[in-house]
């Protein structure tokens, strides 16, 4: 299965962007998630969504981020709002623990 991200760019804080991660193939059992890794800082996961939708949130995005998933599209997304400039990364999904896309840059300033 490969990972291709996209909807990343640069905004204004306040701003909102709209990552999507489309999978080329069926992801529907698997669970997934946005990671993201800004410049000289380790790698953290922004959010989890389940394969039953449940879904989880890093502390720091919460209120402001909102992951979903559309299984018969084989895409996952993560709808940011109120961006932050601490919300500078590149982000990226993976899906079954095991896949990974190469990533998007978010640029909030």
Same mark, same amino acid.
């Given at each position: 299965?490969?990972?291709?991200? +996209?909807?990343?760019? +640069? ?9 999507? =991660?489309?999978? +080329?193939?069926?992801?529907?059992? =698997?669970? %997934? ?21 449940? !879904? ?6 919460? *209120? ?15 709808? %940011? ?11 990226? =999904?993976?899906? =079954? *623990? ?5 990533? !998007?840059?978010?640029?909030? +300033?």
């Amino acid at each position: 299965v490969q990972l291709v991200e +996209s909807g990343g760019g +640069s905004v204004l804080a306040g701003g909102s962007l709209k990552l999507s =991660c489309a999978a +080329s193939g069926y992801i529907g059992s =698997c669970g %997934m998630g946005w990671y993201r890794q800004a410049p000289g800082k380790g790698r953290e996961l922004v959010s989890g969504i389940n394969r039953d939708g449940a !879904t989880t949130y890093a502390d720091s995005v919460k *209120g402001r981020f909102t992951i979903s998933r559309d299984n018969a599209k084989n895409t996952l997304y993560l709808q %940011m709002n109120s961006l932050k400039t601490e919300d500078t990364a590149v982000y990226s =999904c993976s899906a =079954c *623990g095991r896949y990974w896309g190469q990533g !998007t840059q978010v640029t909030v +300033s």
